[in-house]
């Protein structure tokens, strides 16, 4: 058996921002058009008038100050709320890919890695831009990968989930270096024209080298262990997909609402603290590492709340903002790639030995925690 090593992360953020109070801005706007243009059908009781943001309901409800995005301005125009992106040719880099590129190339770069080092490319994310083929394979052509590639979906949770089938494949020999890539156009799949969750997400793309430990030129974190849990809930979801137009009479219907994303957001919050908290626990508890024995963790970036919550559930206490760190306020939450986001740009201020904790979670209800040595 071979021991695993995260030798190498890479973080690709886009270029355009957009605050809470251009957000808002915009919101307020596209509400006062919804409700002038549906004014008749609301006074009837048709209809129900939209509420106006504000950027203290924002703030409040979830911690985030800004988000980056591909496309600022097809989300801020009030008539459109949502990215404009430029149709690409089948023989371009899709926008995924090209992201990819980006934070892989970084990451390789820590790891003193060549793309033609990686024989396993695994594309972990919660939307992917087409059933097939694989955003993974085209990742790997463009990279310049060996051996094999796939994509994986277990919603915000995929970064841990593919962390843990890379570590799992190394160990047993089948691969040597492998690429766990977390391209994330959240703005993609949010539905900005709902004030409940129009500010939740932002765009980014993580990428991790995994390495046999015997072979790593430069070995950070050894993979002690991964846990991964499912349980089944409707409370987060997305109804889009290739047999969406089964469901019409022939007609494209794209405000259907649930084809973006929808949550319970209480239920949410109720069911997954104490899931995500045992869950960590138990995985500690079982690899022998005590709560008073734990650096560091990088919990996923869905809010700020729960996320403090779970630190003293884990801990015992409250966190320090060293041992728990947040990347919310800058980046909103990316789904797969929060964890991922934290644990890149937060590492500093450990010893050899010390002990931290890769935690993400979300839809399906999904859990995966990873347990890492720093080296």
């Known amino acids: 058996m071979h021991q695993p090593v995260i030798t190498g992360t890479g973080v690709f953020t886009p270029s355009e921002t957009i605050t809470n109070e251009e957000l808002v801005e915009a919101f307020n706007a ?32 979830s911690g985030i100050e800004q988000r980056h995005v ?36 970084k990451a390789l770069a820590e790891a003193g890695l060549e ?18 083929p694989a955003i993974a394979i085209e990742i790997q052509k463009f990279l310049g990968a060996g051996g094999f590639a796939f994509d994986m979906n277990v919603a915000c949770s995929s970064a841990t989930f593919g962390i843990q089938a890379a570590a799992d494949m190394l ?73 969406r137009r089964t469901r019409t009479t022939g007609q494209d219907l794209p405000d259907q609402r649930d084809m973006q994303f929808m949550q319970e957001g209480r239920k949410v919050f109720k069911e997954v603290v104490p899931m995500v908290s045992d869950h960590m ?25 729960m996320n403090d919550f779970v630190g003293r559930k884990v801990m015992g206490r409250a966190p320090t903002p060293e041992e728990q760190p947040n990347i919310l306020q800058d980046y909103a939450n990316t789904s797969s790639a929060g964890s991922i986001i934290a644990f890149s740009q937060h ?7 010390d002990i931290g904790v890769i935690c993400s979670f979300g839809a399906g209800y999904s859990v995966g925690s990873v347990i890492v040595e720093r080296l």
């Open 347 to 353: 590492q500093g201020g450990l010893e050899k030995g």
């Open 30 to 61: 596209h509400t006062a058009l919804y409700n002038a243009e549906n004014a008749e059908a609301i006074a009837a009781g048709e209809l129900s008038a939209k509420e106006p943001s504000s950027t203290e309901f924002i703030f409040k409800a």
């Open 70 to 105: 591909m496309n600022k301005s097809g989300v801020l125009d009030p008539a459109i709320m949502h990215p404009v992106l430029r149709e690409r040719s089948d023989d371009e880099p899709g926008i995924m890919t090209e992201m990819a590129l980006d934070a892989c190339g």
């Open 171 to 243: 160990r047993s020999g089948s691969v040597r270096r492998a690429l766990v890539v977390n391209p994330e156009i959240c703005s993609g799949h949010l539905e900005w024209r709902d004030r409940d969750c129009h500010f939740i997400f932002g765009d980014v793309c993580t990428a991790t080298v995994i390495e046999r430990e015997d072979e790593a030129k430069n070995p950070l974190f050894r993979i002690r262990s991964t846990r991964c849990a499912t349980e089944y809930s409707n409370n987060i979801r997305n109804n889009n997909g290739f047999l």
């Open 281 to 305: 626990l138990a995985h500690m508890s079982d690899e022998g590492v005590a709560p008073e024995q734990l650096k560091r963790m990088w919990l996923h970036q869905a809010n700020k709340s």
């Open 115 to 132: 793309p033609s080092d990686i024989d396993l490319v695994i594309c972990a994310a919660s939307n992917h831009e087409r059933a097939y």
